[in-house]
Structures are given as C-alpha cells and as structure tokens.
C-alpha cells in the first residue's frame, strides 16, 4: 500500500482462462514436508505443461482465523477444519490451452497423493477473471492477502459479478494496493478435478463462488483490513455474499511467466 493515497482510475485486463485450486497438506507427515513437496518435484510437473501464461503457487499461513473485518450476516471466522493450505493459480494462454496439457495434467493428478489430502479446482467462464494495474512506479509488493467470497443463497451470479467487480474497481482506485485479481467462478464441478486417492469433497454450504486478490505492504495490509473503509464496504457486500474469509498469504511464488517455465521461481 502506497504512503501515500492515490485516488485514480485503473483499467483491468481480461485473461483468458483462469482456474483455482485450493489444496490441503496431508496431515501424517510434517507441514514443512508439504511445502517443500509442492514448490519442488510437484512444482516441475505443473510447470512443463503447456499452454500456460501463468503458473503460480500461493502459500497460506498455518494460523489463519481471518483477516476480513467483523460484518453483520457474514462468515469471517475461517473454520479450522476447512482452512485452506495453499493455491495453485493457473493462467492459460488461451481458451483451448487446456487441452494442450491432458498428458501433463495426468501426471500431477498421480503425484497430487504425495503431498495433498484434499483438492478441488474452481474455474471462471472464459475472460471473467481481471487483473488491475494498481502499483505506482518501483513499487514492490511487500506483504499479500487473499479473500474467497461465498455467494449468499438466492442471489444469481449476474448481480454478484457486477457487485464484485463495483467492488474491485473501488479498491482500485484508492491507491491502497500494490496489485489486486479478482475471479468469479463457475458452479464448482468435482469432474473438473477428480484426482485418485485424493479427497474431493466440498459440500454446498462450504462452496466458494469468487475470489479477491490483494497485494499490500505488511504494515498497509493491517491498516487496510482495519480500515472503516472496507467495513463500509463490506456492510454494501453483505447482502450479496454470506462469507469472506481473508487469508494471511507467507509465499506467492511464480513457476512460469509469460507462457515460460522459469529456472527457479520468484517471488
């Protein structure tokens, strides 16, 4: 987050196709061990598919109760037994790249057993998810969040979209992030992810319809989640989302960039 407030207008691009896999580690070995796991040997698979723009791993902090401000209406507790372990975010070159990776996409869904206990994948319609240019000049990100909003009941996607995206383009303008992605998902499909051995269960009431992606410097992101600001604007979101559950992000390493595999990946 900037020093400095800059209110101004960011235009956001539209990518292709975008998926998001929350994962849980195993639990009968060391958490460590899953980290290590996945941002190495399983890291090497993901990344030698083809027809990817963007492979990136997002690392959630072990102790997550929830960063989103306290909203009438609106889980923003995260539930132990359903806290999320990491993110693999995939950004495709294309609509079709999917279908340029089935032989690679086999082997991770063989090797997810070594490292994972749960996994599922959340896919948007073509070009629904947006990424917003809100870094100034040199500006580095210093510190991350990330939020899964839940539709509330009875509310069409339609509205949610255009509310989340209202919502988005006002954090935008603000000048308080470094960068920031937004994605409305599909109905969640187990069928899009049905790896063997691995728990894919993910009832109604725990489903996720969007997530939010902010990026802020360590002291700015305190500032920004306790702001009357955001309460402000979460009360406008309660009547279209029953939960929001922000989470402390460690580590968002990215393993391929602009459509190439990197040697090591960065931060």
């Known amino acids: 987050m900037a020093a400095a407030h800059r ?55 072990e102790h997550n109760p929830g960063l989103w401000p306290a909203t009438p209406g609106v889980q923003t507790a995260i539930p132990a037994d359903r806290r999320i372990d990491g993110v693999a975010e995939v950004t495709f070159g294309s609509v079709l790249a999917p279908l340029l990776g089935r032989k690679q996409t086999k082997l991770a869904y063989q090797d997810e057993i070594n490292v994972f206990r749960r996994t599922f994948l959340y896919a948007g319609p073509p070009r629904s998810a947006r990424w917003y240019d809100v870094a100034g000049p040199g500006e580095q990100v210093g510190a991350r969040a990330m939020v899964y909003l839940r539709r509330r009941a009875g509310v069409r996607t339609g509205p949610f979209r255009e509310h989340l995206n209202e919502l988005a383009s006002t954090l935008a303008g603000r000048g308080q992030l470094r960068e920031l992605r937004t994605q409305v998902f599909l109905p969640w499909n187990e069928k899009l992810w049905d790896t063997p051995h691995v728990a894919h269960d993910n009832p109604v009431d725990q489903q996720f319809h969007a997530s939010l992606l902010g990026f802020a410097d360590p002291a700015a992101r305190a500032a920004f989640f306790r702001s009357a600001g955001l309460a402000s604007l979460s009360e406008a979101l309660a009547p279209y989302a029953s939960a929001a559950h922000a989470y402390d992000v460690t580590d968002a ?15």
Not at 8 to 19: D, E, F, I, P, Q
Not at 30 to 49: C, E, F, L, M, N
């Open 7 to 61: 209110a101004t207008t960011h235009r956001a691009t539209k990518k292709a196709l975008v998926s998001s896999i929350p994962l849980w580690f195993r639990t009968d070995q060391p958490r460590q061990t899953g980290v290590d796991y996945w941002k190495g040997p399983h890291s090497k698979i993901i990344s030698a598919t083809p027809g990817f723009e963007e492979y990136r791993q997002i690392h959630l902090a």
């Open 253 to 267: 390493l990215t393993f391929v960039k602009d459509g190439k595999a990197l040697e090591h990946y960065e931060r």
